[in-house]
Nanobody, 127 residues
């Protein structure tokens, strides 16, 4: 059984930073590109960033590469999302995702191309 489990969510003040982690089990972790998505209340799930199987390449959603950074550790089977200069509009449930292949084209990280999802972790940016 494949499991992706996110951790590290919580309440952070505007301008602050937060790091999310996602641990994978039940899959050959290095055989999957990994990504992060988020979903705010009443909105669609959107792509934040993804990383290739061996971690050599990353791709970010529009305008997010400057404040968000994705990395992975294939020994620990984890993928990490570092978030900086957080804003109230970053409030959302954050999900990690496993995709069979990495891609860097616009819009290629569609939700229906994802093989496995985590259960999500809440991030709230508020003073």
């Amino acid at each position: 059984q494949v499991r992706l489990v996110e951790s590290g969510g919580g309440l952070v003040q505007p301008g602050g930073s937060l790091t999310l982690s996602c641990g994978g089990s039940g899959l050959t972790f290095g055989n999957y590109a990994m990504g992060w998505f988020r979903q705010a209340p009443g909105k669609e799930r959107t792509f934040i960033g993804g990383i290739s199987k061996q971690g050599w390449s990353t791709h970010y959603g529009n305008g997010l590469g400057g404040r968000f950074s994705v990395s992975r550790d294939n020994v620990e089977n984890t993928v990490t999302l570092q978030m900086f200069d957080l804003r109230p509009e970053d409030t959302a449930v954050y999900y990690c995702a496993a995709r069979r292949e990495f891609c860097s084209g616009d819009g290629c990280w569609e939700a229906d191309t994802i093989s496995y999802w985590g259960q999500g972790t809440q991030v709230t940016v508020s003073s």
